[in-house]
């Protein structure tokens, strides 16, 4: 029984990805669940488990393929009497990690663009933007053939109507791509006032967003037309791997959408400090992970979740609604030669210290291999970053959408402080609190701040708290 | 300052923002439109004047003969209506006098306006050293330093080499404008819109033409039914057409040019007069020193752009004929406002969603967006409705009956996505097909905007009310 093994769904966002290896060849014999190809995506390096034990019969991706949801990756005789192998012959396939098939509107291949004329003074190949042929947009997408190419997920069923020119240059101007935009004309012609409306929404927060519910879609990050650099000495253009194209477009929307504001305090760390130290020099003995300061910090940044809940949260500005989050997952920003990545620490409050310390050693590991999962990399409801490791006095972090705040720590210092009469040195770590000023105001972040700061002052807090 | 003596003129060099090499339609205009933002410009051609093909042996000329052609034309007509003149005498030398008159007064405007706007106008060849240069030969200044360039040295008539001879006889579209003479026996060598143009003139002053066209039918690229009535009418003014035919040798005789044919038409060999080859036009991108520079050309031979008319090389750009088809006027005066644009920073790309294609013959057939023939090769369903100028009031008036107006749209929307006109004034017909594309109108809109009566304009309005059924002069019973 033939199986074709097409990319199963990898989860929001993600539509595809580069095959970075082909861990099989026709003729190998397969297990389920057995890796097949590793596909690096636009965040992490993943292995693709095969749907079914047998033998592979089609290898259709090579390395360096790019490849996109549902497309064909391998064809597998599935073992005679295997559980998984499907009853008809060759099925598609959809793999473990997606549930139930969402409903997709299959769409053909979209058709050939004219062919660029090369026939005597004939009319000239139909422009990107006014592609005729598209449905009507107040009409609901049927997935009927009329209908034909409608690029799923990639912009909003009827936009990319007929733009006159005038319209067309105002789109270019404001960096909107016309594909994007759904017309309000007859047979969906954009108008000015379209393309202002959709230039307002991409400025307003996701959820405001008309025409592509759900999914955010790919934030357009207006290109703006860059010097001839050349002139003024050698220059090199090196392409931009995938983690950071990822990470131009969430801190753009970020940016684009959150009113930041960043709150500043430092927490007094002494205590704290010596009482790692004592810890640890047990803990290397006993030859487990050290205790890190991020470690207490996203124990007490827990505590000062639950106690101002709003920081725990997500706005729903087109409902009008807080989305107040009843679990603690907390994003962990980590540096890596890729670039940025934040694996996710869940359920923070019922971890002990010991258990997240481990939990962080193997996460930033994985991380910088590239090796975390996309399961790793989802659901936090807040993020630290320490930059303290490699200096700086402070800085103003972006917030992480759809999260409402994030944390930022810069190298401790120490300080000569008046305990009572005496003068002692203090060691003080920098506190860095951006939030969502939208649903935060400014004297509750300062509570939360010093709530955290009173945490990291008072370890025992930790203890009846955490 | 003292003035250089004339020898040392030439090594002078000058520093411009954008230097701007052919004065075409596409050249001068990008020239214009960049001077306008306040550019330092440069504008380099070999002509005294701006102007290019189009003005010089293009375009203007050859419109100047077409209209002396059609009042011929037309005085033969009038018989029809009880007018009679006389066979017209023709005073070839004042119609080439009067000829030159039209072109000079065209291009003396340019220079003006160039002058007006501060342009450097170098009459010159410009050839590349490099990014930064080009040298310009037998000109005031040898030397160009720009920011940015625009190539726009359009194209030349493409001659096949085995009908390359060397013999006053044998014309080029430059030489048949010329008006050497009235020659009896001219062959016209290539079916599409020049040679049909001038067979039109020559026909008209009296030549007896045979065409020879290798594709199955006469102006390729344009539907079918759009070249029929031009082809009737054709019948009786040209001896014979003969399609799917090639010239196989030309040789000159004492008697005039041997040529010898094969194919549908037949083989034969005659001799004509005169022969004028019209097999089509090559980008003009030799001798330019396009290889000192990082542009690159493309498997046709145009220069490689990109949508704001960037070469491979940033400081680059080219438009007009050199930098693709179609090689129309129009389309370089279109990329000439995108490259100035470009260059002075805005957002700029060339991205029509129709251009437009004139035949000047009688009756004159233009269309634009997309063609029916199109449609069926890209599988694509169309909506289409002609409307035949025998409904038109305007038409019956003139006598002028032939003429049919098409509109081709989607089915689904009703969005208007080519139009098509043959008819006497078809070429100014047109351009409402071409608003109604690029701003994205649907039947509905052309069928209910007023349009003027008694006029032609009115065939548009009537073939988009055809579109649902039966339009006010034509009643197209509703299908059960």
Do not use: H, I, R, Y
């Given at each position: 029984m033939a199986i074709k093994f097409q990319l199963p769904d990898l989860g929001e966002d993600t539509e595809g990805g580069t095959v970075?290896?082909?861990l099989v060849a026709v003729g190998d014999a397969v297990e389920k669940d057995q890796s097949v190809i590793e596909l690096e995506t636009d965040k992490a390096l993943l292995e693709v488990p095969s749907p079914a034990s047998g033998k592979i019969t089609g290898v259709h991706v090579a390395e360096g393929d790019e490849i996109r949801v549902d497309e064909l990756i391998l064809t597998i005789d599935a073992a005679v009497g295997s559980d998984d192998a499907p009853a008809e012959p060759a099925v598609p396939v959809k793999a473990p990690p997606n549930v139930e098939p969402k409903t997709v509107i299959q769409a053909p291949a979209k058709p050939e663009p004219r062919p660029v004329a090369e026939t005597p003074p004939a009319s000239v190949p139909g422009?990107?933007?006014?592609?005729?042929?598209?449905?009507?947009?107040?009409?609901?997408?049927?997935?009927s053939a009329e209908v034909g190419a409608v690029p799923v997920a990639a912009k909003?069923?009827?936009?990319g109507g007929p733009a006159s020119p005038s319209t067309r240059k105002l789109a270019r101007e404001l960096g909107v791509d016309l594909e994007q935009v759904l017309g309000s004309g007859s047979a969906g012609r954009i108008s000015k006032d379209d393309v202002m409306a959709f230039a307002k929404s991409r400025l307003a927060p996701d959820s405001d967003r008309e025409g592509a519910p759900g999914a955010p879609g790919p934030v357009a990050v207006t290109p703006i037309e860059l010097p001839d650099f050349s002139k003024h000495g050698p220059i090199e253009r090196v392409k931009l791997n995938g983690i950071r194209k990822k990470t131009i477009e969430s801190m753009t929307r970020s940016w684009t959408t959150i009113p930041h504001v960043t709150q500043f305090d430092e927490a007094d760390t002494t205590d704290l400090e010596a009482l790692r130290r004592r810890r640890n020099e047990q803990l290397l003995a006993g030859g487990k992970a050290k205790l890190t300061a991020t470690v207490f910090v996203i124990k007490a940044c827990v505590s000062a979740l639950k106690a101002f809940p709003q920081f725990n949260s997500s706005l729903d500005v087109a409902a009008g609604e807080m989305i107040r989050k009843d679990y603690f997952n907390i994003g962990m920003a980590v540096d890596t030669e890729h670039g940025l990545l934040v694996p996710v620490l869940k359920d923070v409050d019922k971890k002990s210290l010991l258990q997240l310390s481990d939990e962080i050693k193997d996460l930033s590991e994985r991380a910088r291999r590239r090796k975390v999962s996309l399961d790793d990399l989802r659901g936090a409801t807040f993020t630290v970053t320490n930059l303290g490791g490699l200096g700086g006095t402070a800085f103003t972090p972006i917030i992480n959408h759809p999260e409402v705040a994030i944390l930022g720590l810069a190298r401790s210092q120490k300080r000569v402080s008046m305990t009572g009469e005496r003068l002692e040195s203090r060691l003080m770590l920098p506190l860095c609190l951006s939030y969502d000023h939208r649903l935060i105001d400014g004297s509750d972040a300062v509570r939360f701040t010093r709530k955290i700061a009173e945490m990291l002052e008072d370890p025992g807090l930790l203890l009846l708290e955490g | 300052m003292t003035q250089l003596p004339e020898s040392s003129q030439s090594h002078k060099s000058l520093k411009v923002q954008v230097c701007v090499i052919g004065a075409g339609p596409g050249g001068y205009a990008a020239a214009f439109h960049a001077a306008d933002r306040g550019l330092k410009v440069a504008l380099i051609d070999a002509e005294s004047k701006p102007g290019g093909v189009c003005l010089h042996r293009g375009c203007i000329p050859s419109k100047a003969l077409l209209h002396a052609a059609s009042l011929i034309e037309e005085s033969e007509l009038a018989a029809n209506w009880g007018i009679h003149f006389e066979r017209p005498r023709v005073d070839l030398d004042r119609l080439r006098e009067w000829k030159g008159e039209v072109v000079e007064r065209m291009v003396s405007g340019l220079a003006g306006l160039c002058r007006a706007r501060g342009i450097e106008y170098i009459q010159g060849t410009a050839v590349f050293v490099d990014s930064e240069r080009v040298a310009v030969e037998d000109a005031s200044v040898a030397m160009v330093q720009f920011e940015h360039a625009i190539l726009a040295t359009g194209s030349s008539p493409a001659i096949p080499a085995a009908l390359r001879i060397d013999s006053p006889r044998l014309m080029d579209s430059t030489a048949a404008l010329e008006l050497p003479d009235v020659p009896e026996k001219l062959l016209v060598i290539g079916g599409g819109y020049i040679g049909l143009e001038l067979a039109t003139v020559y026909a008209a002053l009296g030549s007896a033409i045979t065409v020879v066209e290798?594709?199955?039918?006469?102006?390729?690229?344009?539907d079918r039914d759009l070249v029929r009535p031009l082809a009737a009418r054709l019948k009786k003014s040209i001896s014979s057409i003969l399609l799917e035919t090639a010239v196989t040798s030309i040789s000159e005789t004492k008697d005039g040019l041997e040529v010898t044919w094969e194919g549908k038409g037949g083989n034969a060999t005659q001799t004509f007069d005169r022969a004028l080859i019209s097999v089509g036009r090559r980008p003009n991108t030799s001798g330019l020193g396009i290889e000192n520079t990082a542009a690159t050309l493309d498997e046709n031979g145009f220069v490689r752009v990109n949508p704001a008319r960037r070469t491979e090389d940033p400081r680059i750009y080219a438009i007009g004929d050199v930098a693709g088809q179609p090689m129309l006027a129009h389309k370089a005066t279109a990329e000439a406002k995108v490259a100035a644009a470009a260059i002075a920073g805005e957002p700029a790309a060339f991205d029509p969603a129709a251009i437009p294609a004139v035949v000047f013959t009688d009756p004159e057939i233009a269309w634009t967006g997309l063609t029916e023939t199109e449609a069926k090769e890209q599988g694509r369903k169309v909506k289409v409705a002609r409307f035949p100028w025998g409904a038109s009031g305007r038409a019956v008036t003139l006598d002028r009956t032939d003429g049919m107006t098409k509109l081709i749209t989607d089915?689904?929307?009703?969005?208007?996505?080519g139009v098509g006109i043959v008819g006497p004034g078809a070429g100014d017909l047109i351009a409402e097909g071409v608003l109604a594309i690029e701003m994205g109108a649907v039947a509905e809109d052309l069928a209910a905007v007023i349009h003027p009566h008694p006029t032609l304009s009115e065939t548009v309005m009537e073939s988009a009310e055809l579109i649902f059924g039966s339009a006010t002069h034509m009643h197209r019973p509703a299908k059960k």
């Open positions: 970075v290896k082909v422009p990107p933007q006014p592609e005729p042929s598209k449905p009507e947009p107040p009409q609901p997408v049927a997935p909003p069923a009827g936009a | 290798m594709t199955d039918g006469l102006l390729p690229g344009a089915p689904a929307n009703g969005l208007v996505l």
